[in-house]
């Protein structure tokens, strides 16, 4: 049993903050919190409690969506649009992960770099390459951070020396889960079914991963509706489906397990109804639609229809590995639909975007992103004494570190209450 | 005389970098450079070479608008636009400037930290307060910054805790002139006339503010079209004028001196045709109209109509000191006239944002912003070791910072040939 003092701070809903200032957090040998209070009940006063006098404690960030292989990439190369941008810079880059002695070189500082920015759950793209995706797992599994690792799926209109085949890609996916189950079937590393998107999948590949997904029991990751030309070619490849998340859906690969969707900008009408009836997770990525100018996700208006929304950063097309940073601007892209409505749609709150980053996200991975009782224990330790040099309240405090925080401001940091050292790098 | 060796990068135009890999920078007694060279002359030979190694030595950024007394307001109170954001946060926040004791404990920080953001030169406002300014243009004058300095002009439909009168304003800009010209007449620190914007003065104080920048030769900054609201509303205060931009003109307060004009969101037509015949320095403050739900300034038109743009941060309406932060939401919204436009209307690129930040604005100040011979050495020692981890080009390196940097990453600061120790908090 464990037990930390300080100002909790962390959002059981979208609507609210909850603060406990110099709370309690109660962690039980299995990292999962018995609860937070105000007042340390009696049945604990003989636990020792660790007392982080006046910083924050909050629950640690959870991207749902990035590319590991991209990590070089991070700042450069946003000078086109994603079908362009994916041909000349990214998948050349993702090709160099055949090469086991790169990945390693590159995989140690993009976990090192999760770990620095306060990120203890991600989902995350590795690249079409079994052996660097089983070197990043165990990678992952050396920092004691969690993560859903995704072998990605490509067996068409993609550079030859970054395709799999149908065979290839299903055994390496068998791979990973062996290679993954060693650690336990609740283990912080799980494998998830990752088609890159329909148009580097055949419906021949798309099929096998529906059926492997459901075999093992696996979830599932993809991208949707980012782009107009991406949606366009979609349509043109695959005349039959109704719109493109109907590709997928006919696949099994659309809600049949739990499934992320990355952007989806352009989903409306019966694909909106589809993500809605399939209780699709949306991962909304605005830092990337910003650089790759895909759009903006409609996410108010998803929220007020029970769409289920969680955030991501998307690196590379997002430039920065910060959740804090991608709340900036989901904020602020929200801020264009407001403007754009006259103020009718509201936007993003500081609350939403901080549930969003915790909460929302963390729910894929189970109980994940809360301090409340039954949640592991993800928590960070956030030390803003140079920006909170005047009477501030706790409130201001959380919002002044949404968006003026960095990586230097997180202390200690928490996974399924294990503390994590720094990865070696 | 002093000599730098480093990685030189700066932008003698918008279209492309200058670099000088491992280049010489040769800067004389008077803080101005001679010249820069990829080989140093011999008539240089005997004087001693700082060598920086494989750091980059970049111009130091220039933020042509900030609120200095809004600091304690960053990251706050975002979920206002513009009209009641002034009433309800901004306004009571500057009114408390009038004591002096408050006024030093945050302009000390201000100063402190566009040191550390590596923002060497900027324009200023104040508040409507004559003491707390000429306080803060000594705290810019101890740390060795340039800034104009601005007493704020209001004296309508603002809080009366926070009005001057015409008198106490002119007589104020008088006191300040006389204050800094004690540190000789090319001093770092200047006065510039600084209406707050037409709602908050009447036409007398207006005209008076024409007359007093005529007479003692001094630039003018203000606030032109930033919000919807604001726009009908100086119609309706101002009937008489052909646009808000007119009501400026026709009190000698738009290019009868060296004038900035931010945000600009709304100038077309007449306004912009008086922009360009009045040569007007648009400052574009993207982070905050992002924050603010103003706009987007369409930068790209203004400069292929050869209107003069400068960058600011706009703190507090912008979120963040750094500079960095102001390039990349220059290039992000500008990608959303991109995508609006079906890519007609290009997106800034890291190259353009560069020279907005650097040289653009730096003319404002003089021969400032750029590492040509004349120009004033203003600069950043950077080291990017921790991006550089790779075999990043040179051009890669800068961009990379561009996206990834902050503050931690400048070693060493250079205004007008001087290293600039950390000033006092």
Same mark, same amino acid.
């Given at each position: 049993?464990?037990?930390?003092?300080?100002?909790?701070?962390?959002?059981?809903?979208?609507? !609210?903050?909850?603060?406990?200032?110099?709370?309690?957090?109660?962690?039980?040998?299995?990292?999962?919190?018995?609860?937070?209070?105000?007042?340390?009940?009696?049945?604990?006063?003989?636990?020792?409690?660790?007392?982080?006098?006046?910083?924050?404690?909050?629950?640690? &960030?959870?991207?749902?969506?990035? *590319?590991?292989?991209?990590?070089? %990439?991070? @700042?450069?190369?946003? =000078?086109?649009?994603?079908?362009?941008?994916?041909?000349?810079?990214?998948?050349?880059?993702?090709?160099?992960?055949?090469?086991?002695?790169?990945?390693?070189?590159?995989?140690?500082? /993009?976990?090192?770099?999760?770990?620095?920015?306060?990120?203890?759950?991600?989902?995350? &793209?590795?690249?079409?390459?079994?052996?660097?995706?089983?070197?990043?797992?165990?990678?992952? +599994?050396?920092?004691?951070?969690?993560?859903?690792? @995704?072998?990605?799926?490509?067996?068409?209109?993609?550079? =030859?020396?970054?395709?799999?085949?149908?065979?290839?890609? +299903?055994?390496?996916?068998?791979?990973?889960?062996?290679?993954?189950?060693?650690?336990?079937?609740?283990?912080?590393?799980?494998?998830?079914?990752?088609?890159? /998107?329909?148009?580097?999948? #055949?419906?021949?590949?798309?099929?096998?991963?529906?059926?492997?997904?459901?075999?093992?029991?696996?979830?599932?990751?993809?991208?949707?509706?980012?782009?107009?030309?991406?949606? !366009?070619?979609?349509?043109?490849?695959? $005349?039959?489906?109704?719109?493109?998340?109907?590709?997928?859906?006919?696949?099994?690969?659309?809600?049949?397990? $739990?499934?992320?969707?990355? *952007?989806?900008?352009?989903?409306?009408?019966?694909?909106?109804?589809?993500?809605?009836?399939?209780?699709?997770?949306?991962?909304?990525?605005?830092?990337?639609?910003?650089?790759?100018?895909?759009?903006?996700? $409609?996410?108010?208006?998803?929220?007020?229809?029970?769409?289920?929304?969680?955030?991501?950063?998307?690196?590379?097309?997002?430039? %920065?590995?910060?959740?804090?940073? !991608?709340?900036?601007?989901?904020?602020?892209?929200?801020?264009?639909?407001?403007?754009?409505?006259?103020?009718?749609?509201?936007?993003?709150?500081?609350?939403?975007?901080?549930?969003?980053? #915790?909460?929302?996200?963390? !729910?894929? &991975? @189970?109980?994940?992103?809360?301090?409340?009782?039954?949640?592991?224990?993800?928590?960070?330790?956030?030390?803003?004494?140079?920006?909170?040099?005047?009477?501030?309240?706790?409130?201001?405090?959380?919002?002044?570190?949404?968006?003026?925080?960095?990586?230097?401001?997180?202390?200690?940091?928490?996974?399924?209450?294990?503390?994590?050292?720094?990865?070696?790098?």
């Amino acid at each position: 049993m464990k037990i930390y003092r300080a100002n909790l701070v962390f959002t059981p809903s979208c609507d !609210a903050f909850c603060m406990l200032p110099r709370g309690y957090v109660v962690v039980n040998d299995a990292g999962v919190i018995e609860g937070v209070y105000e007042q340390l009940p009696a049945q604990w006063s003989a636990v020792p409690v660790e007392d982080f006098g006046d910083k924050l404690l909050i629950p640690a &960030f959870n991207d749902l969506h990035i *590319h590991a292989p991209q990590y070089r %990439n991070l @700042g450069l190369a946003l =000078d086109l649009e994603l079908l362009p941008w994916l041909n000349t810079y990214t998948f050349p880059e993702e090709a160099k992960f055949c090469d086991l002695q790169y990945a390693k070189r590159i995989y140690r500082r /993009f976990v090192h770099e999760l770990w620095m920015q306060g990120t203890m759950r991600s989902a995350v &793209f590795a690249t079409a390459h079994t052996e660097a995706t089983l070197l990043l797992a165990d990678l992952f +599994i050396e920092a004691g951070l969690g993560a859903y690792i @995704g072998l990605v799926g490509m067996n068409r209109n993609s550079p =030859d020396n970054l395709r799999n085949t149908t065979d290839q890609l +299903i055994q390496g996916i068998r791979d990973l889960k062996t290679h993954l189950d060693r650690h336990g079937k609740q283990g912080l590393v799980q494998p998830i079914v990752t088609p890159r /998107f329909v148009p580097s999948c #055949t419906p021949d590949m798309l099929a096998a991963l529906g059926k492997i997904a459901h075999e093992l029991n696996l979830p599932v990751q993809s991208h949707l509706s980012e782009n107009k030309n991406e949606v !366009a070619w979609v349509k043109q490849l695959e $005349p039959d489906s109704t719109c493109y998340g109907d590709v997928y859906d006919r696949h099994g690969l659309f809600g049949q397990q $739990p499934t992320l969707m990355a *952007h989806c900008c352009y989903s409306e009408g019966e694909e909106l109804e589809l993500i809605k009836r399939n209780h699709i997770t949306v991962v909304h990525c605005p830092m990337s639609n910003s650089n790759l100018a895909s759009g903006i996700a $409609p996410i108010r208006h998803f929220m007020n229809d029970g769409v289920h929304v969680a955030l991501g950063t998307d690196v590379s097309g997002g430039h %920065n590995m910060s959740m804090l940073r !991608a709340m900036q601007y989901a904020i602020q892209v929200s801020k264009v639909h407001y403007g754009n409505s006259q103020g009718k749609i509201p936007f993003l709150t500081s609350c939403e975007v901080f549930y969003l980053a #915790t909460k929302a996200g963390g !729910a894929f &991975f @189970g109980k994940v992103g809360s301090f409340e009782p039954g949640y592991e224990f993800d928590a960070l330790l956030i030390d803003d004494t140079y920006l909170n040099y005047d009477h501030y309240t706790l409130q201001q405090r959380i919002e002044r570190y949404i968006y003026l925080g960095d990586d230097r401001d997180i202390r200690r940091r928490f996974c399924r209450g294990q503390e994590l050292c720094e990865p070696k790098m």
